[in-house]
């Protein structure tokens, strides 16, 4: 039987000695700080011109992680490739060779791949708050008022789900190009839009990335949600094992 | 020893392979050949675990392959040397395997020494050439020293040197007393290094033997005679030949091809028939015309003469 402590290793030695798979994470990093910083930079600047609805209603704390929007699509791609360019290169044939109990490789793989999600996204979410708020002068608010510690670190726990999730569409659908051509649009514009149309809102708000999302939401909005932060999460963490077990099931009944 | 018992795999309404059953023992090169298409890639895969069989089991020492305590010590496999991610470099991706199987990381640098990649050891495996990246599959078949080798077509690619390393090291890693099965479309090579042989055609069986036995049974030997060019001699001989129950045939040199007979009745027919003989040679019909003869009815893709027939005539040079 294969060890899990050296297939552990093993995919920690595949993620790190391919520089595609470090550079998505920095992307992720990257998008997420910058954006984030611009958008309080501007918010800071245009204070004065923003009216009273809008000033009632600002949540500095999601302001300070909005760059979130872009930066999950590079987190995205990294859950995909984990996966998916074992299957384009054929070095999934090795590896089950090497590693036949299936479960023991996608547990390894998974595990490894939500470590570093998880480091990166905690990161990156603590980061991009402290430097928006600082950015966001005098309309800033403390990591230490209500709800906001529960935000930013709701923030990191997305960013890990999101990475999950890309693993497990990933795992079932095994071409690189076909998961991020489902995945991409969809985040990046289909969420979105569905999540303005009255009669598709009703069910957009249980998409996972909607659902997730209500966790960096510090200041209460009205926006018909029927769930609270921490149940959001779950419904995400729900869509996210739902993807993890298909994954599983994919790759233990099919052929390599 | 690996073990195949009623092996079949359908895809959809094609069969791959069809009740394959056969042994690959220890202490020999055991060679699997076929045409393209013939279901040797598919078979080994189901060897090894990868794809399910519909029918039939496969199993290594007894035990399917998902079964073996630590199967990666037991058995190496190159199936597809092109199989390596184009950004890691060569020690990364051996590096990778080997932690997978929990063997050390020293171990991937004497392999990286046996298949002669030590220099290159560092270069992403994306500019590696042909050569170079089958060397790479093949070291990462050895690295756990395996008692149990599968090498699906190892020398493709490789230049004459190359060819010649690959049939020493199988010979050598069989004198070692492992199993070693290789798989080739090539008969020529096939008959340097294997000693036993197992053909498949279709994904059916169509032989399965020793390299001694194939050539007997399958290379039926003949005689190429030659006699003076004068027309009536020949015919005269043919008559005689096939007078005596032999089959001779026209060659397009101008010999004749004769089967049935042996040399001494060639020869004394000869005499009594008063013709002259120029040339009176024994042959064995080649390791490659007795393979092409087998699997001439399993062969799936064959091609036509280009006949040019769909291309108009050029009739001005175009400047």
């Known amino acids: 039987m294969a060890a899990p402590s050296a297939v552990l290793q093993s995919e920690w030695t595949k993620v790190r000695s391919v520089r595609s798979t470090v550079w998505t994470l920095v992307a992720a990093l990257g998008a997420t700080v910058v954006i984030s910083g611009l958008l309080c930079l501007l918010t800071n600047v245009q204070w004065k011109n923003i009216d009273e609805g809008g000033r009632a209603t600002f949540d500095p704390t999601t302001t300070s992680l909005s760059g979130l929007i872009l930066g999950q699509l590079a987190l995205i791609v990294f859950g995909v490739l984990v996966i998916s360019s074992e299957y384009s290169t054929g070095m999934i044939r090795t590896s089950l060779a090497a590693v036949p109990q299936r479960g023991t490789f996608y547990a390894a793989k998974v595990a490894v791949t939500g470590v570093l999600a998880l480091v990166v996204g905690m990161s990156t979410s603590f980061l991009s708050f402290f430097i928006g708020q600082a950015l966001l002068g005098s309309h800033n608010t403390s990591i230490s008022d209500t709800g906001v510690l529960r935000a930013v670190f709701g923030g990191g726990v997305y960013m890990t789900l999101m990475v999950l999730f890309a693993v497990g569409v990933a795992t079932i659908l095994r071409s690189p190009m076909l998961s991020l051509g489902i995945l991409m649009p969809f985040f990046f514009l289909i969420s979105p839009i569905l999540a303005a149309v009255p009669g598709a809102k009703i069910v957009a708000r249980y998409f996972p990335d909607r659902a997730g999302s209500k966790i960096m939401q510090v200041v209460a909005v009205d926006d018909g949600r029927p769930y609270g932060p921490w149940t959001g999460l779950l419904i995400m963490a729900a869509w996210v094992a739902a993807a993890l077990i298909g994954g599983y099931v994919s790759l233990k009944r099919r052929d390599a | ?319």
């Not at chain 2, 018992?5 to 009740?19: D, H, P």
């Not at chain 2, 008959?191 to 994904?203: F, M, N, S, W, Y």
């Not at chain 2, 769909?310 to 175009?318: F, H, I, K, Y």
Request: proline letters at 5%; one cysteine or more; glycine letters at 10%.
């Open chain 2, 1 to 319: 020893m690996i073990e195949a018992a009623g092996l079949t795999k359908r895809y959809g309404a094609k069969t791959a392979v069809y009740n394959l059953s056969f042994q690959v023992r220890p202490g020999a090169v055991t060679g699997f050949l076929g045409p393209n298409g013939s279901g040797k890639s598919t078979t080994m895969r189901m060897i090894l675990g990868l794809d399910a069989p519909s029918e039939g089991r496969a199993t290594i020492g007894g035990l399917p392959y998902r079964e073996l305590p630590n199967a990666p010590r037991r058995v190496g496999a190159l199936l597809d040397a092109k199989a390596v991610h184009g950004g890691r470099s060569a020690r990364q991706h051996l590096l990778c395997v080997a932690q997978l199987s929990g063997i050390p990381a020293r171990r991937v640098d004497e392999v990286l020494g046996v298949v002669g990649l030590q220099e290159v050891a560092h270069r992403r495996s994306k500019g590696f050439s042909l050569g170079m990246g089958q060397r790479l599959g093949i070291a990462g078949a050895l690295l756990g020293d395996p008692e149990v080798l599968l090498f699906d077509e190892p020398v493709n690619g490789l230049d004459p040197e190359g060819i010649h390393w690959v049939r020493n090291l199988m010979r050598r890693l069989a004198s070692e007393g492992r199993t070693v099965f290789v798989s080739s479309h090539l008969m020529s090579e096939m008959a340097l290094t294997a000693d036993h042989l197992i053909v498949i055609g279709r994904g059916q069986l169509l032989a399965d033997m020793s390299v001694k036995d194939f050539i007997a049974h399958n290379s039926a030997g003949y005689a190429l005679v030659r006699t003076p060019d004068d027309p009536a001699q020949g015919e005269k001989l043919t008559a005689a030949l096939t007078k005596a129950g032999g089959h001779a045939q026209a060659e397009p040199d101008g010999r004749l091809r004769v089967s049935g007979l042996e040399l001494r009745q060639i020869s004394e027919l000869a005499h009594e028939a008063d013709v002259r003989l120029w040339e009176l040679s024994p042959h064995q019909a080649s390791l490659e015309e007795a393979y092409m003869r087998m699997t001439n009815n399993a062969v799936d893709y064959r091609s036509t003469q280009d006949r040019r027939a769909g291309l108009a005539p050029m009739t001005e040079v175009v400047r």
